[in-house]
């Protein structure tokens, strides 16, 4: 017999990445949130191809295939865990903002759901819509009435349903990577704009939070692969040493790379364009909503580049910029916080959509 609030309440939080998936196990008790395991696979250990692709926006193998690697993982670690949150890839989801005027509660849905025709580049019976209010009219001034919509095709919906069913999961939400990442990162009291700064395999994303409501969310291709296949074709070498030397060289100013053209050199330029396209974000939040982001946080698996902190502190001289520490804010044994600590940016994402099912 069980006995509601006297057992702890687990939840699984899966983030089928580019190269990789990733699973979190957490855990809620008496108000304490903790880690109860984490495991992550390859596609390389798998298959010759990545899992996901963000050139077909789709899944790139087939969900037979997905749910066996997320077996294995949950096999290894012996996860048994049922209730389960996916994050869908960004590529997959479609973000909008735009203005409503001044209406009743009421009204609101269906105004929404007018305004998507204008805004979805689908049949709106082809997605699913979800939307919130990113700024609420005072009461006592007539002000139009902002509105963030997110759209997601049916078709990706139905395959991360299919992979669960597969794995005998019962699949309790889905959602937007952004939402797993700002949840794990984010504080909840944080009173100041922060931007949130993903730099994954596939693509980087540049995300603004303002009093815990997503203000703006941009993507661009120059990603953490980009990096690697720079110095594949800049130093002719192949694309697994190449990663070796990212990872071991990234941009710092003193470098001994054996007689080898320096990596900064190569990187550089690829990494001064990703900062380029965070202050364009950034400038266009203040300009827009005539407030300062006071903090920078650098996410995702490319997030620990060396001489890459240094650079952004560099160039955003003006605000506080941090490596993301997702798990900071849960419990979990002492003797993993430094491992913790180096793979969480790579794991806040798996991570914040597990805690999504203990809210």
Same mark, same amino acid.
């Given at each position: ?43 390389? /250990? ?9 050139? %077909? ?43 409503? =005027? ?6 609101? #849905? ?39 919509? /997110?759209?997601?095709?049916? %078709? ?8 669960? $069913? ?27 704009? /922060? ?32 990096? $690697? ?39 550089? #330029? ?39 902190? /240094? ?14 520490? =997702? ?5 979990? #044994? #002492?003797?993993? %916080? ?22």
């Amino acid at each position: 017999m069980k006995f509601l609030g006297l057992l702890p309440q687990k939840f699984l939080g899966i983030d089928i990445g580019t190269s990789s998936i990733k699973v979190v196990e957490v855990s809620s008790w008496a108000g304490r949130k903790k880690l109860e395991n984490y495991g992550e696979i390859s596609a390389s /250990v798998l298959y010759k191809k990545q899992f996901r692709t963000s050139e %077909e926006n789709t899944l790139m193998l087939s969900s037979r295939d997905i749910s066996r690697a997320i077996r294995a993982i949950l096999q290894e670690a012996e996860i048994k865990t049922k209730e389960v949150a996916f994050s869908i890839p960004d590529f997959s989801s479609f973000f909008t903002t735009f203005e409503l =005027p001044p209406m009743t509660e009421e009204e609101v #849905p269906q105004a929404v759901k007018s305004e998507a025709r204008r805004h979805v580049p689908l049949p709106l019976g082809e997605v699913t819509l979800d939307w919130q209010i990113i700024d609420e009219p005072r009461k006592d001034k007539d002000e139009k009435i902002k509105v963030l919509m /997110v759209a997601v095709p049916n %078709e990706i919906i139905h395959q991360y349903q299919s992979i669960a $069913t597969g794995l005998s999961l019962k699949l309790m939400a889905l959602e937007a990577e952004i939402f797993g990442l700002i949840r794990a990162v984010v504080d909840r009291d944080e009173k100041e704009a /922060v931007a949130l700064v993903d730099i994954g395999a596939r693509s980087t994303s540049c995300s603004i939070m303002n009093r815990g409501t997503l203000k703006i969310s941009r993507s661009f291709d120059v990603s953490g692969n980009s990096l $690697t296949e720079r110095i594949s074709k800049g130093l002719s070498m192949d694309y697994k040493q190449a990663e070796d030397f990212k990872n071991k060289y990234g941009i710092l100013k003193t470098q001994e790379n054996s007689g080898r053209e320096n990596i900064r050199d190569i990187l550089i #330029p690829l990494i001064d364009l990703i900062v380029r396209e965070v202050d364009r974000v950034v400038q266009g939040f203040t300009l827009r909503e005539n407030k300062e982001v006071k903090k920078i946080i650098l996410c995702g698996g490319n997030a620990f580049l060396p001489g890459l902190l /240094v650079h952004f502190q560099e160039h955003f001289s003006r605000r506080e910029v941090e490596i993301a520490n =997702p798990f900071a804010r849960i419990f979990f #044994p #002492p003797i993993l %916080e430094e491992v913790l600590k180096k793979m969480g940016p790579s794991y806040a994402i798996a991570l914040g959509t597990a805690l999504r099912g203990l809210e």
